[in-house]
């Protein structure tokens, strides 16, 4: 196999789209979607890390969702995120209502077929970071979300 030549890279034309019925319609601003990674972690023997045990890991640790945007010359994409913050807290009572939502990614080829698709179930927004603004000419305006999740499963193109 090694001297087969495989037509499945990445660098051919792909691209992704991402929703929720919960979120703004939001994404056509996205630049980059970070799909999360899976930590697993044994039980602790005495501070030894390093020995091999034949047990599974004790706990599962799901990493957030991170989202890029370019933040349009309105800075509608801002005020959305802002204002859907906002619809949870209610500064008089002092709480803060967290709905959940389910959302979801796709990865398009150059063809328009869908190589595969994300379900994320129970997302809450955990995070509206920083937007740096600056002097720059040649640098668009970004703001980073976080999403937290209970889980997800993958759904792989089967033909």
């Given amino acids: 196999m090694a001297n087969k030549q495989l037509n499945n890279s990445f660098a051919v034309g792909t691209y992704f789209q991402w929703g929720s019925k919960h979120l703004p319609d939001i994404w ?9 990674g899976v930590a697993m972690s044994p039980i602790e023997i005495s501070g030894r890390m390093g020995a091999r045990i034949k047990k599974q890991p004790d706990s599962t640790t799901f990493a957030s969702i991170t989202i890029d945007f370019i933040i349009d010359r309105e800075f509608q994409v801002y005020n959305d995120l802002y204002q859907e913050y906002l619809s949870h807290l209610d500064i008089k009572e002092g709480t803060f209502s967290s709905e959940t939502f389910d959302m979801w990614l796709s990865v398009i080829d150059h063809n328009e077929i869908e190589l595969g698709k994300w379900n994320f179930y129970n997302c809450r927004v955990e995070d509206i970071g920083e937007m740096m603004i600056d002097t720059f000419e040649d640098e668009n305006l970004t703001l980073s979300i976080s999403i937290a999740y209970d889980r997800y499963d993958f759904e792989k193109r089967t033909t």
């Fill in 28 to 36: 056509q601003n996205s630049q980059t979607f970070m799909v999360p």
